[in-house]
């Protein structure tokens, strides 16, 4: 590196550390605020139970989620119901919510199976719900 191209990155680094405007415009600009209030749904087969034939009919999926709130906290709700043709299968619904960069999860709710082929229900942990903070409500389900 040249003597110039040194000094020119000097002066470079020193004035944005000097000023808090640009970095603090970015920051400003860089948040995403989602609507707390919507759930995003993903379906994921993870196992074929007994009972499924890959001859018969196509699978269907009933599926409903939620977020409920009650005095500032909110948790999401989901619960899913397998057919394939008339008949009911097992199946899976899961709730959280996830991080908006990292998409990590929290109040995990586990994967919930349903039993003797009836409806899967399952419910998250609880949050306080900060705006710049809380992470995107997040339901799965499959079989």
């Known amino acids: ?22 970095p603090a415009f970015a920051a400003e600009t860089d948040k995403v605020v989602i609507d707390p209030n919507i759930v995003i749904s993903v379906h994921e087969n993870v196992s074929i139970p007994p009972n ?29 119901q397998a057919k394939q043709g008339t008949v009911k299968l097992d199946s899976y619904t899961r709730a959280r919510f996830e991080r908006l960069i990292t998409g990590s999860p929290y ?23 900060k705006a710049l903070d809380s992470g995107v409500a997040k339901s799965y389900y499959g079989i």
């Open 1 to 22: 590196m040249t003597k110039f191209k040194k000094l020119a990155f000097g002066v470079l680094l020193c004035g944005l550390l000097s000023t808090n405007t640009v």
């Open 52 to 80: 499924v034939s890959l001859a018969r009919s196509s699978i269907t999926y009933s599926h409903n989620s939620t977020v409920n709130w009650n005095k500032g906290y909110r948790w999401v709700t989901a619960n899913t």
């Open 107 to 129: 109040c995990d709710s586990g994967r919930c199976w349903s039993t003797k082929q009836g409806r899967s229900y399952a419910t998250s942990g609880k949050e306080l719900y």
